[in-house]
């Protein structure tokens, strides 16, 4: 198939970009009308608990509090004249709008859950109806007519609905400041790279391609099922780092053909046909990684599994087709616009890879260990990490969200914002209510507990208040916990199990709602499929490997070399942002890791790092079925494929470490995670381990069971060409003639060269 498209490329090169513009275009054109399709949230598994106790409170109370507007008095006091004037106009105003319910303020209801302690700020609450994207749409109206000055008072807005808002404009905010970035970077960085303008620019074609087709792709899916908002993020710099990974394997094959002395189109064959190869192939083993996010309940991960593999195929797919039928058209002039150092950059071989290879494999194990040691040292505060979902603290302090959730956790003990919400499936029995809450306000932790039948506290009651009657339906009672200890703290969470443990009313069924519920059933459904998840990632990665290099040892040497690059950059990253090392530079607040984001920095990454892995394997595989021993295999592969792996680990890198420049922290946390694992995976990993594990493994590395021979030598994907066996006929390798990498040794037999 890689050979019909590069007879294609050649025969029908003008009619292909044709197409092909025309497909950027619809592409553009319907990406457009993703962002509206996109929603804020998804971090919750819908089938929890929490997630019922939440649709049923919707339902049949009218929902829960996710405004919490936070009130101050310019002068007079909370209780002037004035002020409270000014409160009954902006609770009346708010209790008014459209689709907004359920409005409680001090004001209404005198108490110290809604005023701070020193008695200066007071609360009003809310709950703006909707789902996520309306949600964000109306609290947006709300607080632009009643945030800022009112009258005496100065109004600010927090909860929930106002944290999402923030969030999703702060992350639009640094996306756009980490793409301003990120391109002119990644373009001087391709243009110093290829030593030529037209060769840089072919990568950034892929890129926007990619981009553009995954905008289109997320539209069509947003019109259908829940995708995140946050996807847009992956899509952006994924593409463009898919981009420079492809095209560098393309272009830097093409012009090293040329400069053997091919035909234009002898050197797009050859290029079609073995850097079109790997690029399928790890195309591939990253769709495999991102496709276990699909197992997990959270569409905020799955969303993310859609624009993943969305884009790895756009990208693969532009690689494939429009610019081989590019390279057509250009020929030599890939090279236009050459600068003083291009002939140095255009060297099929990098010394340097070559001599670092044979300083390895003299001394494997005394090169190994001290960059074995480092990674297990980096990977060490694995061992304290915690997780937990995103709150208020990954906004910057200015964000007035931020501010909101702050006064409230520091002023208002035991608030209701804070608070578990209890709700039943059914109707309670008459006198059942009232034990059970006296032993909800038992329980260590609960500073009180609302009923419809009273209020309690250390197992007393008070008689229910006006509004109490509220909490009551025929169908159903809803109560509210108030902890009085840290929201999404240890105890918190704990507390959570406890109420959960306590036998519900006349033994009816209790939901137990809120954001400390919630984080509960988060980590519980992410970690109860974690297993299976990484099972997937494992076994079609080995699967994959085994397909392409019929061993059953090489798989498992990639696979351990890889959790070692991988675990060393998430230590590294609770180091940083849960110990809060670096913080005051990156300007964070240190919490538990996000427990989805690290989630999809194990995918994303484990992908990208597969992914090189087979740049250097195949042409390792290449130089080892030709004929070449063990060690003139390694050492010439990895010269020849030394710079291009560092140079595309750089250019992708930089795609994610522009988002360290944002403020959300989970965001800086993934782009900065991403980028040192992918560094540590290009430098560390195949500069130093892989040789050493290779020489130490020695003709090991390539062992199989005769069965699995027997299977690869029918369905495996040699790198030369169909199932099991070399490819088509062609030039010797484009290293010249085969020899060892000082240019002594045997000739190697004459072969069509694979891989990179």
Known sequence: MLSRLAELALRRARALLLLGLVAVVAMGVVGTGAFGKLQS??????????????????????????????????????????????????????????????????????????????????????????????????????????TGDQGVLRVQAGGFAALGNDISDQVSADLALAEAVAVPVTLVLLVLAFGSVVAALLPLAIGLIAILGTFAELFVLGSLTDVSVFSINLATALGLGLGIDYGLLLVSRFRERLAEGDEVPDALRTT?????????????????????????????????????????????????????????????????????????????DAPFWGRLARTVMRRPALTALPVLAVLLVAASPLLGATFGTPDERVLPEKAESRQVADAVADGFPGNDADALQLVTTGPVPAGELDPYAERLSRLDGVARVQASSGTYSDGGAAPPGPAAQALARPDAQRLTVVPDVPPASDAAQDLVREVRDVPGPGGAEVLVGGADAELVDTRQAIGDRLPAAIAMVVGSTFLLLFLFTGSVVQPLRALVLNTVSLTAAIGAMVWIFQD?????????????????????????????????????????????????????????????????????????????????????????????????????????????????????????????????????????????????????????????????????????????????
């Open 41 to 146: 949230g998804g971090f919750e598994d819908p089938g929890a608990p929490s997630s019922r106790a939440q649709r049923v409170i919707d339902e049949k109370f009218g929902g829960d509090t996710n405004l919490v507007l936070l009130v101050e008095a310019a002068r007079g006091g909370l209780d002037s004249p004035q002020a409270r004037a000014d409160a009954r106009e902006l609770t009346t105003g708010l209790a008014d709008a459209p689709h907004v319910a359920n409005v409680v303020s001090y004001w209404d209801s005198p108490g110290a859950a809604l005023t701070s302690g020193d008695g200066e700020q007071a609360l009003v609450l809310a709950h703006v109806e909707g789902d996520s994207t309306t949600v964000s749409e109306r609290t947006e109206r709300v607080t632009e007519d009643w």
């Open 580 to 756: 809060g090392h670096l913080s005051s530079v990156l300007g964070f607040t240190p919490m538990p890791m996000d427990t989805s984001m690290t989630v999809l920095l194990f995918c994303i990454v484990f992908g990208l790092s597969m992914d090189y892995e087979v740049f250097v394997t195949s042409r390792i595989k290449e130089l080892h079925d030709a004929g070449a021993d063990d060690r003139t295999a390694v050492t010439r592969g990895l010269s020849r494929t030394g710079r291009i792996v560092t140079m595309a680990a750089g250019l992708l890198a930089v795609s994610f470490f522009a988002f360290g420049t944002g403020s959300v922290s989970f965001l800086q946390m993934f782009g900065i995670g991403s980028g040192l694992a992918i560094l540590i995976d290009a430098v560390a990993v195949r500069g130093v381990l892989v040789p050493a594990a290779m020489r130490l493994l020695g003709r090991t590395a390539w062992y199989a069971p005769r069965a699995l021979r027997r299977l690869h030598a029918r369905i495996g994907l040699d790198e030369g060409g169909g199932p099991g066996g070399p490819g088509e006929g062609g030039p010797g390798d484009d290293g010249g003639p085969g020899s060892g990498t000082d240019g002594s040794g045997p000739r190697l037999p004459e072969r069509t060269p694979a891989g990179v």
């Open 272 to 348: 079609v046909r073995t850097a079109g190869r790997t690029i399928a192939f790890s195309a591939a083993t990253v769709v495999a990684a991102l496709a276990a996010l699909l197992l997990f309940p959270p569409f905020f991960l799955r969303s993310f599994a859609y624009a993943g593999i969305g884009v790895v195929a756009i990208a693969a797919l532009a690689a494939l087709v429009v610019v081989p039928a590019l390279l057509a058209l250009l020929g030599h002039r890939v090279n236009s616009g050459r600068l003083p150092w291009a002939q140095a950059v255009r060297r099929p």
